[in-house]
């Protein structure tokens, strides 16, 4: 029987680890990621998770260890938040260099100066480049089953990248959810025991991660991009199984809401995506078509999809809880970038909301949506960036 | 102790190569040979693990290497780090019978390597972390870095090092490992039986290989075992071990407590380049640091632990 818990999303990302049958994890506590590694600890100590668990001196080491673990052929977990993540920022490089499936809860946080733990993208959007692939959450259930999701995404042999598994501070770290856990039986059917086609072993000794010549580097890299690739192929035929098998189902790249005939699509990403939702209902019965596509993978970046809803539509209204200095927001960014080169492109306004924890509810997207309609009407973006709720 | 009954003579090492024909090392490099001694000691049941230094370079590049044990070069900083994820997941496997090498220069263990070095050696991880020390960054053309000793020349300190050298291993033993021992592969049966022992022993063993380099160094190609001999009779590196807490000197440094038994230090320098600069007075003083350090070894010799 499927038991249902009620914990926090942190909580439920080391049950997933558990549940998953990690063999390693190596890890380093930063709020508000910590509850995760203590969780770990709780579980590893107790005997109820069964694995090697190396309570590393930084985060550096953290990805570094796994880096080491995965290449001998286990099964890692790591995690982590805002500086130890962008402190990780070059054996991340290295890990999807290795082609290494290390599966990694990024809970997600703003960044210094001032010192602030409360919810932003910036940290794991300024790590886009690095070859990870992102899945950004938008509740606790979504947190465990795309943790069990990533694993059989990230070890096939396919694709061979490591994942972020992307959720916000507090709202998501510490906030209780029901939550249902798979039967173990079931879970172990639908993921077999890491079985990796090359490892560190001295009776096939290779050389990982030596010197490559100008003569070979860009078919390694052109190879990266190519899984980013399969991934995006995979992506949606993995939820949908998995939704099969467990009951849970989440739009694969995209979860869409009301879209087909809306005027206005509002695209989010993880918990603003939920409040969306709930700002689509309200504003529907106000008489707004709008419709709501939260965008569930960053990398690979579902391109494809935006063009298919850029076709019936008049409008994206694009709320992002981070900023690329300079530039505008980072989902902005990627959906213009998208839609280059498309005829018929709807109008794009974007939204910058919700920077170092600053709430965003349903209230702040129902104001974004009547601010935008009325652009719409007017057939003209007045701002191409708006900063929501801002001191002026 | 062991280490004495079972030395054997070089000829009765292993004929096995694993250090492969075309690498890419200097003619004349101190650490190529310790390589293929290190090899020789543990043979191929060996993981290692390598920063960048060096040694990611020797093995030459893609699709070739000239090391013919499993290899995970590593970032230059991580090897410690590494080396801990490596050794948990053979742990994992149930895989007990090969050894796990952390092979890093003097950079990546004295500077930018230190924090996951410090972090492994706390964590009591069982593997071998082996510093090849050639006192420099020599892989980018010869840096000062927290190994070049006082008064050497490299491409950034033009006029000559104003600063001493950390003693690394002593850094090690304030971690209380259970076994460090400095080496040269000059004296390849002491690398080679320390080596032996740091395989057996349980827990974390780290090796300071003096190495020298006649890139960085500034000596001729042919002098690599000599410089490294004149380091050892001079004193300016001293062969040790520090087990279980127990400080030992080996032969034939233990025959040098006394000052007269030691050449002086200026013939050491002498034949290097990189010290060309330095005058009377450095020359001195280093002399003078030298026979403190044996005055502690003294200390350390007739109390035998730390």
């Given at each position: 029987?499927a038991?249902?818990?009620?914990?926090?999303a942190n909580?439920?990302?080391?049950?997933a680890?558990k549940?998953?049958?990690?063999?390693?994890?190596a890890?380093?506590?930063?709020?508000p990621?910590?509850?995760?590694?203590?969780?770990i600890?709780?579980?590893?100590?107790?005997?109820e998770?069964?694995?090697?668990?190396?309570?590393?001196?930084?985060?550096?080491s953290?990805?570094?260890a796994?880096?080491?673990?995965?290449?001998?052929?286990?099964?890692?977990f790591?995690?982590?938040?805002?500086h130890g993540?962008?402190l990780?920022?070059?054996?991340?490089h290295?890990?999807?260099?290795?082609?290494?499936?290390?599966?990694m809860?990024?809970?997600?946080?703003s960044?210094?100066?001032g010192?602030?733990?409360?919810?932003?993208?910036?940290?794991?959007?300024?790590?886009?480049?690095?070859?990870?692939?992102?899945?950004?959450?938008?509740?606790?259930?979504?947190?465990?089953d795309?943790?069990?999701?990533?694993?059989k995404l990230?070890?096939?042999g396919?694709?061979?990248?490591?994942?972020?598994?992307c959720?916000?501070?507090?709202?998501?770290?510490?906030?209780?959810?029901?939550?249902?856990?798979?039967?173990?039986?079931?879970?172990?059917?639908?993921?077999?025991?890491?079985?990796?086609?090359?490892?560190?072993?001295?009776?096939?000794?290779?050389?990982?991660?030596?010197?490559?010549?100008?003569?070979?580097?860009?078919?390694?890299r052109?190879?990266?991009?190519?899984?980013?690739?399969n991934?995006?192929?995979?992506?949606?035929?993995?939820?949908?199984?998995?939704?099969?098998?467990?009951?849970f189902?989440?739009?694969?790249?995209v979860?869409?809401?009301?879209?087909?005939?809306a005027?206005?699509?509002?695209?989010?990403?993880?918990?603003?995506?939920s409040?969306?939702k709930?700002?689509?209902d309200?504003l529907?019965?106000e008489?707004?078509?709008?419709?709501?596509?939260?965008i569930?993978?960053?990398?690979p970046?579902?391109?494809?999809?935006?063009?298919?809803?850029?076709?019936?539509?008049?409008?994206?209204?694009i709320?992002?809880?981070?900023?690329s200095?300079g530039?505008?927001?980072?989902?902005a960014?990627?959906?213009?970038?998208s839609?280059?080169n498309?005829?018929?492109?709807?109008l794009?306004?974007?939204?910058?909301?919700?920077?170092?924890?600053r709430?965003?509810?349903f209230?702040t997207?129902?104001?974004?949506?009547?601010?935008?309609?009325?652009w719409?009407?007017?057939?003209?973006?007045?701002?191409?960036?708006?900063?929501?709720d801002?001191?002026? | 102790?062991?280490?004495?009954?079972t030395?054997?003579s070089?000829?009765?090492?292993?004929?096995?190569e694993?250090?492969?024909?075309?690498h890419?090392?200097?003619?004349?490099?101190?650490?190529?040979i310790?390589?293929?001694?290190?090899?020789?000691?543990?043979?191929?049941k060996?993981?290692?693990?390598v920063?960048?230094?060096c040694?990611?370079?020797?093995?030459?590049?893609?699709?070739?290497?000239?090391?013919?044990?499993?290899?995970q070069?590593?970032?230059f900083e991580?090897t410690?780090?590494?080396?801990?994820?490596?050794?948990?997941?053979?742990?994992?496997?149930?895989?007990?019978?090969?050894?796990?090498v952390?092979?890093?220069?003097d950079?990546?263990?004295?500077?930018?390597?230190?924090?996951?070095?410090?972090?492994?050696?706390?964590?009591?991880?069982?593997?071998?972390?082996?510093c090849?020390?050639?006192?420099?960054?020599?892989?980018?053309?010869?840096?000062?870095?927290?190994?070049t000793?006082?008064?050497?020349?490299?491409?950034t300190?033009?006029?000559?090092?104003?600063e001493?050298?950390?003693?690394m291993?002593f850094?090690?033993?304030?971690?209380?490992?259970?076994?460090?021992?400095?080496?040269?592969?000059?004296?390849?049966?002491?690398?080679?039986?320390?080596?032996?022992?740091?395989?057996?022993?349980?827990?974390m063993?780290?090796?300071h290989?003096?190495?020298?380099?006649?890139?960085?160094?500034?000596?001729?190609?042919?002098k690599?075992?000599?410089?490294?001999?004149?380091a050892?009779?001079?004193g300016?590196?001293?062969?040790?071990?520090?087990?279980?807490?127990?400080?030992k000197l080996n032969?034939p440094?233990?025959?040098?407590?006394?000052?007269?038994k030691?050449?002086?230090?200026?013939?050491?320098?002498?034949?290097?380049?990189?010290?060309?600069?330095?005058t009377?007075?450095?020359?001195e003083?280093k002399?003078?640091?030298?026979?403190?350090d044996?005055?502690?070894?003294?200390?350390?010799?007739?109390n035998?632990?730390?």
């Amino acid at each position: 029987m499927a038991q249902t818990v009620i914990d926090t999303a942190n909580h439920i990302a080391a049950y997933a680890a558990k549940a998953a049958r990690v063999q390693v994890v190596a890890a380093y506590p930063i709020t508000p990621q910590t509850s995760i590694v203590e969780k770990i600890a709780d579980l590893v100590e107790s005997g109820e998770f069964d694995a090697e668990y190396i309570r590393v001196e930084s985060e550096h080491s953290a990805i570094a260890a796994c880096i080491g673990a995965a290449a001998a052929g286990v099964r890692t977990f790591t995690a982590t938040a805002a500086h130890g993540l962008v402190l990780m920022h070059e054996p991340l490089h290295w890990a999807s260099g290795s082609r290494l499936p290390i599966v990694m809860p990024v809970v997600n946080r703003s960044l210094g100066p001032g010192w602030n733990i409360w919810a932003d993208y910036t940290d794991s959007m300024s790590q886009r480049d690095t070859g990870w692939i992102q899945f950004y959450c938008a509740d606790n259930q979504e947190v465990f089953d795309t943790i069990i999701q990533a694993y059989k995404l990230c070890e096939d042999g396919r694709v061979l990248l490591p994942t972020m598994i992307c959720l916000e501070a507090f709202i998501l770290s510490h906030t209780y959810m029901p939550v249902k856990i798979p039967d173990q039986e079931k879970i172990d059917r639908y993921l077999p025991r890491y079985d990796p086609k090359w490892s560190l072993d001295v009776t096939n000794p290779l050389s990982h991660a030596n010197i490559v010549s100008p003569d070979w580097y860009m078919e390694f890299r052109f190879m990266m991009h190519e899984a980013m690739e399969n991934a995006k192929q995979l992506i949606p035929k993995i939820d949908k199984d998995y939704g099969n098998r467990f009951g849970f189902e989440y739009g694969g790249l995209v979860q869409k809401y009301n879209c087909k005939d809306a005027d206005i699509i509002l695209l989010t990403m993880g918990t603003m995506g939920s409040e969306a939702k709930i700002a689509v209902d309200n504003l529907r019965r106000e008489g707004f078509n709008v419709g709501s596509a939260r965008i569930r993978v960053f990398r690979p970046f579902p391109k494809e999809e935006i063009r298919k809803l850029a076709e019936n539509t008049q409008m994206f209204a694009i709320v992002d809880r981070g900023i690329s200095f300079g530039m505008e927001g980072f989902l902005a960014e990627e959906t213009k970038a998208s839609l280059c080169n498309q005829k018929d492109q709807p109008l794009i306004a974007g939204f910058i909301a919700g920077l170092g924890g600053r709430d965003v509810s349903f209230r702040t997207i129902e104001e974004i949506v009547r601010k935008s309609a009325k652009w719409m009407q007017n057939g003209r973006i007045e701002k191409e960036t708006t900063w929501v709720d801002l001191r002026e | 102790m062991e280490s004495e009954n079972t030395m054997e003579s070089i000829k009765g090492l292993s004929r096995e190569e694993y250090l492969l024909k075309g690498h890419i090392a200097c003619a004349g490099c101190g650490p190529a040979i310790a390589l293929r001694l290190l090899f020789k000691a543990l043979g191929n049941k060996v993981i290692l693990v390598v920063p960048a230094c060096c040694s990611s370079v020797i093995p030459g590049p893609y699709p070739h290497t000239s090391f013919a044990v499993p290899v995970q070069n590593v970032i230059f900083e991580a090897t410690g780090a590494t080396a801990s994820g490596v050794v948990a997941a053979l742990r994992r496997r149930g895989v007990d019978d090969v050894t796990v090498v952390g092979w890093a220069g003097d950079g990546g263990t004295f500077d930018i390597g230190i924090q996951a070095l410090s972090g492994a050696a706390e964590r009591e991880t069982n593997f071998i972390y082996i510093c090849y020390d050639n006192e420099a960054y020599g892989n980018t053309g010869v840096q000062r870095s927290g190994a070049t000793p006082y008064g050497a020349w490299t491409t950034t300190t033009p006029t000559g090092k104003r600063e001493r050298k950390k003693d690394m291993a002593f850094i090690m033993a304030a971690h209380r490992i259970p076994y460090i021992a400095t080496a040269c592969p000059s004296y390849p049966m002491d690398f080679v039986s320390k080596l032996r022992k740091a395989k057996r022993m349980e827990g974390m063993s780290f090796i300071h290989l003096l190495a020298p380099c006649p890139t960085g160094w500034r000596y001729d190609i042919s002098k690599t075992v000599e410089i490294g001999r004149l380091a050892v009779q001079t004193g300016v590196w001293a062969l040790f071990e520090i087990e279980l807490g127990k400080f030992k000197l080996n032969p034939p440094s233990n025959q040098l407590l006394e000052k007269a038994k030691r050449k002086p230090v200026k013939e050491y320098l002498a034949l290097q380049g990189r010290f060309r600069n330095l005058t009377n007075d450095d020359i001195e003083q280093k002399q003078i640091w030298v026979d403190k350090d044996w005055e502690r070894y003294y200390d350390l010799a007739s109390n035998k632990s730390l």
